[in-house]
């Protein structure tokens, strides 16, 4: 037994309270070094009356490593508690004081979790778990009023540029919301909608006033009240990072540097504030000048902007924010925009633009979710054929256990977006490779994401060309993908298992292609089984049962001799299902 890969703190994703009774407890192996893992749990104050032992499930794998996970209820809500290890013939302990193969006598020098206190438990919305995203960006969604057009507007469905505009508005999203509800989206992700001088929106003038290109604050506001009746929650673009260099205090640094009122609100290295050898002489983001980055630690800034992310949240009863750039702001900031959301909205969904380990900012104080591009890219890999089924495997299990069970419940997953290129092409332009991917989005983990325009077959290589104008006309659409989304978002919403229920691997091989998974609740049980190639695959895995049915059609499912063997075409998948009795 390799004892240097053995690990756990008494914290984070290690040991936290999912719920007001309910604590998980991870614990990380050498991988296939060991047989069992048991918690011995207790309460210090009572130990002998209150000891209990759990069997650790072997929850997810990595390159490296095993993952074991428990969860626990203890009576009074204090925990004491540590792990016995077995390995063949040898057993060693891991408590708090170290570890070492003689008993410890409990509950001395083990570790604790010594309360939970149900305001400290990271709770995210509800709603976030049954909710489908639909991306959009206004402008290149539906023109419905021709009438408030920027000057140049270019004849819809032309070649997107980084400055040109198609003349999508807000009342073209109005327009087709009952599109929106027959496809079975619940939940909107607008990108930015406040005045800016760019198609994009991402560099912002006035932080209360919709861009008039796209209507006003009153046709917002009837937006997201038809959404809100239609059953369709609404998010919005939150861009604190940076402003445009129209925004009016900026102008005003621009016109009396340092001795503007507003020279703090921004990072300034040198005045006057210029482009010198194509490098501002103060913060952006990235290098573009016309992108002034705020400084969030200024006690004026900061009330500005949380001030508008309360105001939009009570003026149009907005159900959350999308943070961008949210890893290059301060933590201080998120922490207080936290609280003055929630205060506004206990329900409102923040989710962080941050596009790698984001455990920093998903332990109840910041965010309850971000954009998951690392599950894209693993996802898009694997589909690809650019990794066998058990490097996916690993891949995956490191991802969940990023973060603790109720990040991972509502993490914002997609495929791609206005910052990637579009999923279509991201696999070469084969339907077959996408259905899969759409599939495994649709029964893993976490909150999907569509971006527009992906359900009926848009392609686009990265920005701008995946912000191409949607296709409205039937005749240019694949309509065949189409019912392909809907039914698999018709599956995910009937079925709370694959929202909530736990997920792992069945079947994941080195040289081989093919994957099988389960999604399950004490309710349901799902088996998913795809064949990731280019040739027919019978796949077979042991099952118990003989109450299984085709999850799509209801057909019955049958195993022989308590064996599963399921035929997939090319690049097929089949998911099956069992009820379970209570």
């Keep these: ?52 032992e759990i069997t650790m499930e072997k929850s997810a794998s990595d390159d490296m490593f095993d993952y074991y996970e428990c969860h626990v209820k203890p009576k009074y809500k204090r925990l004491s508690y540590g792990f016995r290890i077995h390995a063949g013939d040898e057993t060693v302990y891991m408590v708090d004081s170290g570890i070492g193969w003689d008993y410890p006598h409990p509950p001395a020098g083990y570790f604790e979790f010594p309360y939970i206190h149900e305001i400290d438990v990271f709770k995210v919305p509800e709603w976030a778990k049954e909710a489908v995203f639909y991306q959009i960006m206004t402008e290149r969604f539906a023109n419905g009023d021709p009438g408030n057009d920027p000057e140049g507007t270019e004849p819809w469905g032309g070649q997107p540029k980084v400055d040109n505009f198609f003349g999508g508005d807000l009342q073209g999203v109005l327009d087709h919301l009952d599109d929106l509800v027959h496809l079975g989206i619940n939940a909107i992700y607008f990108t930015p909608l406040f005045r800016s001088p760019s198609n994009h929106k991402y560099d912002t003038v006035d932080y209360k006033q919709v861009d008039p290109h796209f209507g006003d604050n009153e046709l917002l506001k009837k937006v997201v009240d038809t959404c809100h009746a239609k059953g369709i929650r609404v998010m919005l673009d939150a861009v604190f990072n940076h402003c445009s260099d129209q925004f009016p205090p900026f102008q005003d640094v621009l016109k009396n540097g340092e001795k503007s009122r507003y020279a703090e609100w921004f990072h300034v290295n040198d005045f006057p504030c210029e482009i010198r050898d194509g490098i501002p002489t103060y913060d952006t983001f990235g290098f573009f000048g016309n992108m002034p980055k705020f400084n969030t630690a200024n006690p004026e800034v900061k009330a500005y902007l949380l001030d508008v992310a309360e105001y939009w949240i009570k003026e149009i009863k907005l159900d959350g924010w999308r943070l961008d750039v949210a890893n290059e702001i301060d933590h201080h900031f998120w922490r207080d925009f936290r609280q003055v959301v929630k205060q506004a909205n206990p329900d409102a969904y923040i989710v962080g633009e941050v596009w790698s380990d984001s455990l920093l900012w998903l332990i109840g104080d910041q965010f309850d979710s971000v954009m998951n591009y690392p599950f894209a890219d693993k996802v898009l890999e694997f589909f690809n054929g650019q990794m066998d089924g058990l490097t996916f495997a690993n891949r995956i299990g490191s991802l969940l256990m990023r973060y603790p069970q109720q990040t ?20 070469g332009g084969d339907t077959r490779r996408m259905k899969l991917t759409v599939a495994f989005l649709f029964t893993f983990m976490g909150t999907p994401c569509i971006f527009y325009g992906d359900e009926i077959g848009l392609t686009g290589d990265g920005d701008p060309d995946c912000r191409k104008c949607m296709e409205w006309d039937p005749a240019k659409q694949d309509r065949d993908l189409y019912e392909f989304y809907r039914s698999m978002i018709g599956l995910r919403k009937r079925h709370p298992a694959l929202r909530q229920g736990r997920f792992r691997f069945l079947q994941a091989r080195h040289h081989d292609p093919s994957i099988v998974y389960e999604r399950a609740d004490d309710k349901m049980h799902f088996i998913i089984w795809m064949n990731n190639s280019d040739r027919p695959r019978t796949l077979s895995h042991p099952i118990v049962t003989t109450d299984w049915v085709d999850a799509l059609t209801e057909e019955p499912v049958k195993p022989v001799k308590g064996t599963m063997h399921i035929e997939l075409e090319p690049f097929g998948f089949r998911i099956i299902r069992r009820k379970l009795k209570n």
Excluded: Q
């Design 408 to 427: 991972n419940e509502v993490v914002f997953n997609l495929l791609c977006s206005h910052d990637t290129p579009r999923l279509l092409t991201r696999v």
């Design 1 to 52: 037994m390799l004892l240097e890969a053995l690990y756990h703190v008494p914290r984070d994703k290690w040991a936290y309270a999912y719920d007001p009774h309910t604590i998980h407890l991870r614990v990380r192996t050498k991988k296939n070094d060991i047989d069992s893992v048991v918690a011995m749990t207790g309460d210090k104050y009572d130990w002998d009356r209150t000891y209990f």
